[in-house]
Nanobody
């Protein structure tokens, strides 16, 4: 399975971005997906997750009022809309895919495959 993120970039505080994640190589769509991020000098942290069919969504408290996660089953793609971005949102954002658990949520060991990450930089 190959996981690829896209959509990162440089944006001013208050701006918006949409991240995308595509998982290829799977014969089905029975996997959950999630977003994590890692800022320089900090541990990887949970951002948002979505269940296999998109019915269950989970958000970190630090972003829940500013981001929306959703997926297009037909395209094997997940999206993260981020609005009102803050400098503290600056990080590498990673997409994760998991088969074992229907709702792995913030528990990153429950994910099986990870992308290489996409950089998001928010200037003040």
């Amino acid at each position: 399975v190959h996981v690829v993120e896209s959509g990162g970039g440089f944006v001013q505080a208050g701006g918006s971005l949409r991240l995308s994640c595509t998982a290829s190589g799977s014969t089905g769509v029975d996997y959950a997906m999630g977003w994590f991020r890692q800022a320089p000098g900090k541990e990887r942290e949970f951002v948002a997750a979505i269940s296999r069919l998109g019915h269950v969504k989970d958000y970190a408290s630090s972003v829940k009022d500013r981001v929306t996660i959703f997926r297009d089953i037909g395209k094997n793609t997940m999206y993260l809309n981020m609005a009102t971005l803050k400098p503290e949102d600056t990080a590498v954002y990673y997409c994760a895919v998991g088969w074992k658990y229907p709702v792995p949520g913030s528990d990153f060991p429950k994910y099986d495959y990870w992308g290489q990450g996409t950089q998001v930089t928010v200037s003040s």
